[in-house]
């Protein structure tokens, strides 16, 4: 059975689909069979993966209405080796359509249980509000990874997320749980990054995951290029920062 996770937080911009792309890319050079799910009209997981977005004849829109199946909407990615449910800017009718059909908030976990026994991992990247599609991301999960940037605002917002994730645990998926907080776009020259890291550890201990991803300009490159960061400049520090993320998950999922 494969792990479920999402990958979310409802600020923008904080890393939530550079951490989905490269930890899809960094678990699937450790072997693992990764299923990357964009949940994010912007698209930005799929072009990230080396998917043109305005080439796909189904996507996760198709999927979550009943009008294409996972097994034909899904896509290899080359450049990072893992599988992609793509996503494009149809996608931001789901909310709306979705609202009409039974069940509504577990069409994803419905499409995912399809293809669960191809994967060892399926990372959802969500997009960033608490939106129909943020839970639906949310039901279909084992556990949230939130990545957070140490900066003075970090925490604020922080708490909405969490009182969403408990209000699904307690309603919707009681496998539910937070598996960490990743510190991403880590600068250790700041003394306010350091602080704000030292807090996140003094607060939520071993719920910060022990990895920390610094700002590496490789990882904004990679992109444009249609590549993960890990496979696009695999010595850079943000690249092994990823894979050393992947290894931690890796031993995390044991203990689940
Ligand atoms: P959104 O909320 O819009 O979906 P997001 O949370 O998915 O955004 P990203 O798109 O991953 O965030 O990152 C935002 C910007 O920061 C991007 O330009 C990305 O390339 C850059 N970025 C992310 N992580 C790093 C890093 N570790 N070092 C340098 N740049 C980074
Ligand atoms: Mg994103």
Known sequence: MA???CVANQKGGVGKTTTAVNLAA??????QRVLLVDLDPQGNATMGAGINKSELTASVYEVLLGLSDIQTARKHSETGKFDVLPANRELAGAEVE????????KRLKDAIAL?????DFVLIDCPPALSMLTLNGLCAAHGVIIPMQCEYYALEGLSDLVNTIKKVHA???TDLK???LLRVMFDPRMTLSQQVSAQLEQHFGDKVFKTIIPRNVRLAEAPSYGMPGVS?????KGAQAYIAFGAEMVQRIKSL
């Open 3 to 5: 792990k479920i996770f």
């Open 26 to 31: 960094g678990l699937a050079q450790l072997d």
């Open 98 to 105: 979705m609202v009409e059909l039974e069940n509504r908030e």
């Open 115 to 119: 293809v669960d026994a191809d994967y």
């Open 171 to 173: 309603k919707l998926n």
């Open 178 to 180: 937070i598996i960490g």
């Open 232 to 236: 696009f400049d695999p010595a850079s």
